[in-house]
């Protein structure tokens, strides 16, 4: 009997120094974690994005037509929710742009709609404005396709291949030149350094 309680003291000794040494662990590791939390974000360059800030604009590159060439700036468009609303908002931008104004192809045209698939292809649907026929060179309708082509695909990793419809329907070609019925990637060597 005396055995059994001398047992029963050791075991109880033991059970409440490794709940005694846990427990130290288990705090000064909380608090390592705290101190390494803290001294990373004190080293960290980009701050959490806090509530207010979703509401902030998206900086996109936007892509345009300027003397023969495509331009590059930079525009704010307003957050989306998803890669597909923000891509149109993108695209919108571009439509909308005092620098792209100029352009004939583009000052013709409207954004009728915008579908993203899962394979990365963007589905850019166009509508002629209020003239039914877009009128311009050669150039100047590859350079506004590659504007759009140029700004979804470098703001969008997601972005694969751009193809073209018109009024919901494949299209032959924007302004009779450029053969829309095929896929487009980025081409950097129409913007000018």
């Given at each position: ?14 059970v ?11 705090t ?5 974690d705290?101190?390494q939390?803290?001294a990373?974000?004190?080293?960290s360059p ?6 207010g800030l979703?509401n ?12 023969g060439m ?5 525009a704010?468009?307003?957050?989306q ?7 149109r908002?993108?695209?919108l931008a571009?439509?909308?742009d ?9 000052r013709?045209?409207?954004l009728?709609?915008?579908y ?5 292809t ?5 509508t002629?404005g209020q003239?039914?026929e877009?009128?311009a060179?050669?150039?100047?309708e590859?350079l506004?396709?590659y504007a ?5 695909m470098q ?5 694969r291949?751009?193809a ?11 302004a009779?030149?450029m053969d829309?019925?095929?896929k ?7 913007v000018r350094?």
């Amino acid at each position: 009997m005396l055995d059994s309680r001398l047992l029963l003291v050791i075991i109880i000794g033991i059970v409440l120094v490794a709940a005694a040494g846990g427990f130290f662990f288990w705090t000064r590791m909380n608090a390592l974690d705290a101190a390494q939390m803290q001294a990373g974000q004190d080293k960290s360059p980009i701050a959490p994005i806090q509530p207010g800030l979703r509401n902030e604009p998206l900086g996109v590159t936007l892509f345009y037509p300027l003397d023969g060439m495509l331009a590059s700036g930079t525009a704010p468009v307003k957050r989306q929710p998803d890669t597909q609303a923000q891509a149109r908002e993108a695209l919108l931008a571009v439509f909308s742009d005092q620098r792209a104004a100029g352009a004939s192809a583009l000052r013709d045209v409207k954004l009728r709609a915008f579908y993203l698939d899962s394979q990365g292809t963007a589905y850019v649907d166009l509508t002629a404005g209020q003239q039914k026929e877009i009128r311009a060179s050669a150039w100047e309708e590859q350079l506004a396709i590659y504007a759009m082509v140029n700004t979804l695909m470098q703001n969008f990793e997601e972005i694969r291949q751009v193809a073209f419809l018109m009024d919901g329907r494949e299209a032959q070609s924007l302004a009779g030149h450029m053969d829309l019925s095929r896929k487009y990637g980025k081409r950097m060597d129409l913007v000018r350094q």
